[in-house]
């Protein structure tokens, strides 16, 4: 077991980087705003929750008992205006999309949350919530639906860092007339013609606003008792009004807040320079571009930003994702031969506490990935166990891909042929066959990049003749055994 006090976090309830101590020994709760399936998920979807789930993985690691809850927002205006518009049922919409992501999410090998609350599933919690606050004075009902009264909350506004006025003045152009203060937010919608409805009594039927949908599973399943529990997370987009209104929502209904101790928010993601968006023709769902793409190389492209940060996705990046991810294949292949080990997770040797220790600090992914391919070059058979420890702490999991591949059945004297190939040019001191390819790819790389073609031409001859065949695509140049 790691050392359980190591972990450092940035907390944007208190807008500081704090050492993580959970609330009760040894035990880790978390909650993580999901999937609004009412449209197909983008590659800013995928950034959020590949990094929740790699924070997961730290935790584990560390020896903590994790349960991670992840919720499906199943209603929502998106999904009854689309099925107003098409004829379609509104759970059908719901349910296709979703099932696609989840699709996605196995790719990218996010592991099964522990527990995945439908909002539709949980009107009761919802309903009592509701009931609570209106008791408490802090909701009341007009003609068309039952709304939260934010002026009741004096600490509205402390996890985004805005005072009222300011975001008041922001309201203004919003006001609704059924509302006593433009920011005021609804509870529960009673039901127009068609829409999709559940009875409350002695209220009205209708269907629940977003934000107090996650307040009640969360305290359902997580914090019954109104303690608090551990990490909150989602997007930089939720911050407010999302995540501000969950907080207004649940703490004046908790003996112990805060709602949640520490608060975790990722940054946003451009795609090739600019925000993503169908109207700019940049955005591309999810499942296209991985169908498209490894899904190893799309995680570790993740990998190389922090979190927190504003990120620039390219096809650039990609390809360097998809060079990092030879060389830890090249280097799986090394230590395990002819067959695969099981994962050993609890082997914790200098490589799996390099990458942990990196983790630790608010999460470092590019030092946690620039230690595991340091690694990488010189592993042994010795270090099979702390190699693959390391690999899953990233989510970088081996597949029978990584040992099944052509390239397995290499001729024996590949190695000597390219040291009679390139040996006056390349120097090979050391290196595996597989590394040896993998330097003439990158010395005939950059023959191409600067046009000298000739060179590109006579390097991958040369390699043809040790038995080498080299394609080149868009994602970057690939090799097999010539056969």
Not at 65 to 89: H, L, M, P, W
Request: proline share 5%.
């Amino acid at each position: 077991m790691g050392n359980l006090g190591s972990l450092k976090l940035y907390n944007t309830r208190t807008r500081t980087v704090e050492r993580f101590v959970p609330l009760r020994d040894g035990e880790v709760r978390m909650y993580v705003c999901g999937l609004t399936p009412s449209a197909q998920a983008h590659l800013g979807h995928a950034r959020s929750f590949l990094f929740f789930d790699l924070l997961r993985r730290l935790l584990m690691y560390r020896g903590y008992k994790v349960t991670y809850v992840q919720n499906v927002t199943d209603i929502d205006d998106r999904s009854i205006n689309r099925a107003r518009e098409t004829g379609e049922y509104w759970y059908d919409i719901v349910s296709g999309y979703y099932a696609e992501f989840k699709t996605s999410m196995r790719a990218l090998g996010v592991m099964e949350f522990d527990e995945e609350p439908y909002a539709t599933k949980f009107i009761p919690q919802i309903q009592e919530m509701i009931r609570e606050l209106i008791d408490g004075g802090y909701a009341y009902v007009v003609d068309d639906g039952i709304y939260y009264r934010v002026s009741a909350f004096p600490s509205y506004g402390k996890l985004s860092n805005r005072n009222l006025e300011e975001l008041e003045a922001g309201a203004r152009i919003e006001v609704d007339e059924h509302k006593e203060d433009p920011l005021d937010f609804a509870l529960w919608k009673f039901a127009k013609p068609g829409e999709p409805k559940w009875e409350f009594e002695p209220f009205g039927a209708g269907r629940p606003g977003w934000h107090i949908e996650c307040s009640a599973m969360a305290r359902t399943l997580l914090d019954p008792q109104g303690q608090g529990f551990d990490i909150h997370g989602g997007g930089a987009d939720l911050i407010f009004p999302h995540h501000e209104n969950e907080i207004a929502q649940s703490e004046p209904l908790m003996p112990h807040p805060p709602m949640a101790n520490v608060w975790l928010h990722g940054g946003l993601l451009n795609f090739e320079g600019r925000k993503m968006s169908k109207s700019l023709g940049n955005f591309e769902p999810l499942v296209d571009l991985l169908a498209r793409h490894d899904p190893q190389a799309v995680r570790m492209t993740f990998l190389t930003t922090g979190y927190s940060k504003v990120m620039n996705f390219t096809e650039e990046s990609l390809s360097a994702s998809y060079a990092n991810l030879e060389k830890l294949k090249a280097a799986y292949r090394r230590i395990h031969g002819d067959g695969p080990l099981e994962p050993r997770h609890d082997v914790h040797a200098s490589i799996a506490e390099s990458v942990a220790a990196a983790l630790d600090d608010d999460v470092n992914t590019s030092a946690a990935l620039a230690a595991l391919l340091a690694f990488a070059k010189d592993a042994t058979p010795a270090d099979a166990g702390a190699f693959e420890t390391a690999l899953w702490l990233l989510g970088v999991v081996p597949n029978a891909s990584w040992l099944e591949e052509a390239r397995a059945q290499l001729p024996a004297d590949v190695l000597e042929r390219l040291h009679s190939e390139f040996g006056g040019e390349i120097a090979f001191d050391g290196a595996s066959a597989e590394e040896a390819i993998g330097m003439v790819i990158e010395r005939r790389s950059q023959a191409r990049a600067a046009k000298d073609w000739a060179a590109s031409d006579r390097l991958r001859d040369a390699l043809a003749r040790c038995g080498i065949a080299i394609k080149d695509s868009k994602e970057g140049t690939t090799w097999t055994a010539a056969g």
